[in-house]
């Protein structure tokens, strides 16, 4: 019953910025947890940033004090900002929140290409 839907996703060079977003739909959305994540073709998916219904927030190691989570709860949206963008950041990042019985949802993933 819950969708997400993802954007943001594009090239940009070492150094430089991007804003992903990611914005539930549905006529209930009250997530147990939203976060997003990333894979890299030859990598296992690593957990990027997330937030749980208490506020915690989690970082990877890799992004710590590069890249912030934020929500708008009005809008069932959340967002990843990734500033100082790395080579080492390129990969697929998906959007995703954990939902009532449990479930995982998954957004369809975007692109994020840094180049040098």
């Known amino acids: 019953q819950v969708q997400l839907v993802e954007s943001g996703g594009g090239l940009v060079q070492a150094g430089g910025s991007l804003r992903l977003s990611c914005a539930a739909s549905?006529?209930?959305?009250?997530?147990?947890?939203m976060g997003w994540f990333r894979q890299a073709p030859g990598k296992e998916r690593e957990m990027v940033a997330s937030m749980a219904i208490d506020g915690s927030i989690t970082y990877g190691d890799s992004v710590r004090g590069r890249f912030a989570i934020s929500r708008n709860k009005a809008r069932n949206a959340w967002y990843l900002q990734m500033n100082s963008l790395e080579f080492d950041d390129t990969a697929v990042y998906y959007c995703?929140?954990?939902?009532?019985?449990?479930?995982?949802?998954w957004g369809q993933g975007t692109q994020v290409t840094v180049g040098q």
């Open positions: 995703s929140a954990r939902v009532f019985g449990r479930q995982d949802v």
């Open positions: 549905g006529r209930t959305f009250s997530p147990y947890a």
